[in-house]
């Protein structure tokens, strides 16, 4: 390796290595501000908290790993044009290609460790993460309850408060409480409301007591004559005070490294993610064509009679409709039975329609998965090939302008990636196009870029914009107006070496002396450009 090699990858290096770390501590301290509400009031040791921050730290690297490649790159590029650097290497005949070799040796390496960090690391980081999260949320009884939403406490409550208070939020307001039945497991047949309660339990016990005050409780009867569940019976009862007792043995187990079965598209590798999204897709399928074919004998088609062999009815009064053979009374009953049957087909496929939607969704998560982690390691080529250019071009080093054309590079190329991501997941984006558009997006800029800095070129050159501004402005006003002009070479130098005086002469007199319609308007053009008035 050569020493000018060696001094701007050790340049680089020094560089990306303190961005990088600044970067990641900003990034650090936003998840801490995004998660403090499960990591705050819940005796947790340093340890667990630092265990919780390595774990979250890995998927932090497709946010902070382009910035920092993109932020170096300007920094350092600029740095040498500043110092006029890269003008001693140019007056040596070392282009700005030859300059960037060991770096872009480097950047290959990283690109390609990029992409196995993404493929193997981040996702056994994110599902230890989770798996820590859905232990740390367990520690505290009260945190599980959320004000304003249903929450799930033990296996067979789900709780609802619109306020907690105390000095353990111990203390709920308003109360709703759905209370599942293990022998009748589908559907919600216990409904406890209550004005307050109150969470208590003792030191080291297993058990939590909902202690509910003022409050009815309602449960619907289960009967089994048809007939009488139609008026859906229910039973009401109320109560001063009503006390429930939570198995927590569960909830209390605090073994922050129990193995919880979890899944999420971000936890699988790219070999993993084939797979999943086969069998995704083949049960997508598959359940589109039992719904269709479930609706299809729902609707009684393959129940209708064969036309050609039926024997037609003979009434004694016209039949217009199939029901006009029936009387009022059964009319009525079929009519019913029909309309009723439209309103649950409806309903059925308002259901299957959302269950469809969120299964597409689904889908479309494990394609931008599988997607991103090719896209990682290409974005960070090519945000080097925008940042180190610019860098050259704008000849400014330091944390000033090379940071804020940074951000706003990296800003629009993150946002873009994030409004097309969204796209795709309700499927008006194909996972495809919107995992590589923002990158697709900086390419030609890398290009334009590194053409500009090669040819030593500015981002844009507003002298030359100007002049070609006014020749074409001359170009407009030299055209000329009506039928081009026709002269022999006779014609034209004797119009050339006229004086201004003569010009007029032969545009007011051509025809006097012999002149035509071209010399005539010759005379007039060579006037104008001499900014002399023809009249």
């Not at 084939?274 to 399928?285: A, G, K, P, Q, W």
Request: hydrophobic share 40%.
């Amino acid at each position: 390796m050569k020493i000018l090699d060696r001094y701007i990858l050790v340049s680089y290096l020094k560089t990306f290595i303190s961005v990088f770390i600044i970067l990641m501590f900003i990034f650090v301290l936003q998840t801490i501000w995004l998660y403090i509400s499960e990591l705050a009031g819940k005796d947790l040791d340093v340890w667990i908290i630092l265990k919780f921050l390595w774990y979250v730290s890995p998927r932090l690297i497709p946010l902070v790993l382009p910035l920092t490649i993109l932020v170096t790159s300007l920094m350092v590029f600029g740095n040498f044009s500043e110092k006029y650097e890269f003008a001693a290497m140019k007056s040596t005949g070392i282009s700005l290609q030859r300059a960037m070799r060991s770096l872009m040796v480097f950047i290959l390496l990283l690109a390609v460790t990029a992409f196995f960090f993404a493929n193997n690391v981040i996702p056994y980081s994110e599902y230890k993460w989770q798996n820590l999260r859905r232990n740390i949320s367990q520690f505290k009884p009260s945190m599980v309850i959320a004000e304003g939403q249903f929450s799930q406490v033990g296996d067979n409550i789900n709780i609802k408060v619109s306020e907690k208070s105390g000095d353990n939020d111990q203390f709920l307001h308003d109360v709703i409480i759905h209370k599942k039945n293990p022998k009748r497991p589908n559907g919600n047949f216990t409904v406890i409301v209550a004005d307050n309660g109150e969470l208590a339990s003792e030191e080291g016990s297993n058990t939590l007591s909902l202690i509910l005050n003022d409050g009815n409780y309602y449960e619907d009867v289960q009967v089994d004559n048809s007939q009488k569940q139609r008026r859906r019976p229910f039973a009401k009862s109320a109560f001063k005070q009503n006390i429930i007792n939570i198995d927590l043995t569960e909830i209390n187990d605090k073994d922050v490294d129990k193995q919880n079965n979890i899944s999420s598209h971000n936890m699988y590798k790219i070999s993993e993610l084939f797979v999943e999204i086969d069998t995704l897709s083949r049960s997508y399928t598959r359940d589109i064509h039992q719904f269709a074919d479930n609706m299809y004998t729902r609707s009684g088609a393959l129940k209708l009679p064969d036309t050609e062999n039926t024997v037609p009815l003979t009434t004694e009064k016209p039949v217009t409709m199939v029901t006009d053979i029936l009387s009022k009374r059964r009319q009525t009953e079929i009519i019913n039975t029909a309309l009723n049957s439209v309103r649950g087909t409806l309903q059925s496929v308002k259901n299957k329609k959302q269950e469809f939607k969120e299964t597409t969704k689904r889908l479309n998560k494990h394609e931008i998965a599988l997607h991103e982690k090719y896209a990682l390691a290409v974005a960070c080529i090519i945000l080097f090939f925008v940042g180190a250019p610019l860098g050259a071009i704008i000849r400014k080093g330091g944390m000033g302008l090379p940071m804020v054309v940074a951000v706003l590079l990296f800003l629009t190329y993150h946002f873009i990636g994030i409004f097309a991501k969204n796209s795709a997941e309700d499927g008006t984006l194909h996972p495809f196009i919107a995992s590589w558009l923002s990158t697709v997006i900086m390419l030609p800029l890398g290009i334009w870029l590194t053409y500009r800095a090669t040819t030593d070129q500015g981002v844009f050159d507003f002298d030359s914009f100007i002049q070609r501004l006014n020749f074409w402005k001359k170009k407009v006003e030299d055209e000329p107006e009506g039928p081009p002009i026709i002269l022999t070479q006779q014609e034209k130098a004797l119009i050339m070496s006229r004086d201004t005086s003569q010009l007029r002469e032969i545009a007011k007199n051509y025809q006097s002396l012999g002149y035509s319609e071209d010399m005539h308007r010759a005379a007039l053009r060579e006037l104008k450009k001499k900014g002399y008035d023809p009249a």
